[in-house]
């Protein structure tokens, strides 16, 4: 009876406790399977932007030290089979025309200067003007596959080319051998920008050029000038060069009077350098300063212009005009009159100069040349404005044209473009340089910022990549965002 009677007591127990235990367990068996998605998507987040960032490190270096083909693209993408951006035979040295294509993409994708004036369609210039004067111009720029053009604050037009003659996205993706399957989906975006950031500040008659790099001054870096200053009516620079200043100047020009001046100095502690200028100039003086910064082999560049003209004497672009070769446009501003008028910078067509003389000078990498076109520019005239060989015109002094175009060499050149005005009493400035980097310094004409190719996805696993690269001999960092878009659990279902 005893033996039987502990039997039953323990048998009591063991269920009691049975009963006790079996909800923990269940508890414990819902919370783990709460859980492991978590972990599962957490590990594999953890492994995938390991293995991205590896993958984003080799299509880098594959982008930057190969050309791509054919391997001059930059100045035809129509026939592009294999995407890179180096220099043939020069890897880590981008192709200035590759950079300008992805330049044309961002404007066409809505990557617009921060010092944007005013953008106009084709349509809208074709209306321009009783007279038409806007419709051979907006024939042309259609023609070259044209839509839009911008205006930059240093009345620089950009051209937003039609999208079909682009750097196509998705097939510059499957060049690189992204998306290869349904489950295999990504996207990348590329990023440009220089590695200095120099800005400058005329005080009385110095120039204070502040240099940063990532928002931190940089101390000790060499900061050298090019300046070209106009003196347009003659009276006021024609001693300046003779000053004992640490600046020299020499008159390179006679008519209208230009010098050329030079300094070199170095940043202090808080990253700027001082540099004395000539004398302080009037209204119908103008400075072109380019700035060099330079530190451990480390270089860049940045343009100043003293005084900032608010109204436009001159609009000035570069578009594509054929398979392998660019055209610079020379285009009055009555030609886009409406344009300017709805930005606020024309208040009526007396505002601009009744007809411009031009003199053309461009500096290429490895010194200045001065090349006088003399050619005149009158608004309202000339097969509604149709452009013509700015050559042709200076040839024929017809002056019957208020566009024309002038074809650029396949190699980089900085464009310094002269302007005097022929008439007289118009509220404009008497003369006007304007600068065009073609194929040099891209960050000039998106006013500072980076240079954005490709697309971003939204919360997406992303491998990061970053090297140093040179544009011409100016220093940029290229980021490479790669984006894992696909879903690592779909062959699991």
Not at 246 to 265: D, Y
Not at 439 to 464: E, Q, R, T
Request: glycine share 8%; net charge negative; aromatic share 10%.
């Amino acid at each position: 009876m005893m033996i039987n009677s502990k039997t039953k007591t323990k048998g009591q127990t063991s269920a009691i406790e049975l009963v006790l235990i079996i909800p923990v367990i269940v508890a414990a068996i819902i919370v783990f399977i709460l859980l492991v998605p978590n972990y599962s998507y957490t590990a594999g987040s953890e492994v995938n932007t390991y293995q991205l960032n590896a993958m984003a490190q080799s299509l880098l270096e594959y982008i930057i030290t190969n050309p791509g083909n054919p391997p001059n693209w930059g100045l035809n993408a129509s026939h592009l089979s294999s995407f890179g951006l180096a220099m043939p035979n020069q890897p880590y040295h981008l192709d200035p025309f590759k950079v300008m294509a992805l330049e044309y993409w961002d404007f066409a994708n809505g990557y617009l200067p921060n010092n944007l004036v005013n953008k106009c369609s084709t349509s809208q210039i074709a209306k321009e003007a009783k007279d038409q004067v806007g419709k051979g111009f907006a024939d042309y720029l259609n023609q070259h596959g044209i839509n839009n053009l911008t205006i930059s604050g240093y009345w620089l037009l950009l051209p937003v080319i039609n999208k079909s003659q682009l750097l196509n996205y998705t097939e510059v993706k499957q060049l690189l051998g992204l998306n290869r399957s349904k489950y295999d989906i990504y996207d990348f975006m590329l990023v440009i920008q220089p590695v200095l950031n120099i800005t400058a500040k005329l005080n009385g008659t110095t120039l204070y050029v502040n240099v940063t790099s990532n928002g931190e001054p940089v101390s000790n870096a060499s900061v050298s000038i090019q300046g070209l200053i106009a003196d347009e009516n003659g009276d006021d620079l024609e001693n300046a060069y003779t000053n004992s200043l640490s600046t020299k100047c020499t008159v390179i020009m006679q008519n209208p009077l230009i010098l050329k001046c030079n300094a070199t100095t170095t940043t202090d502690s808080n990253g700027i350098a001082a540099i004395p200028l000539p004398v302080s100039f009037d209204s119908d003086n103008t400075y072109f300063i380019l700035i060099t910064a330079s530190i451990g082999g480390i270089q860049d560049y940045a343009y100043y212009q003293y005084p900032s003209q608010t109204t436009p004497l001159l609009l000035v672009g570069i578009i594509p005009n054929g398979a392998n070769y660019n055209s610079i446009i020379f285009v009055d501003p009555h030609v886009v009159e409406d344009c300017l008028y709805n930005s606020g910078l024309l208040a009526n067509p007396g505002q601009s100069a009744l007809g411009l003389r031009i003199v053309a000078v461009y500096r290429s990498l490895y010194g200045y040349t001065f090349e006088s076109l003399n050619f005149t520019l009158n608004p309202g005239k000339g097969a509604g404005s149709y452009p013509v060989s700015c050559t042709s015109l200076a040839q024929s002094q017809s002056n019957q044209y208020s566009t024309c175009y002038w074809n650029l060499p396949d190699t980089p050149t900085l464009l310094i473009i002269d302007v005097v005005r022929n008439s007289q009493g118009q509220q404009v400035p008497l003369a006007q340089l304007i600068v065009v980097p073609y194929g040099l310094y891209p960050n000039y004409l998106l006013g500072d910022k980076p240079i954005i190719f490709g697309k971003s996805v939204k919360n997406a696993p992303v491998g990061v990549a970053r090297a140093l690269v040179y544009i011409g001999d100016s220093a940029y960092y290229i980021t490479l965002y790669l984006y894992y878009g696909g879903n690592v659990f779909g062959p699991m279902g």
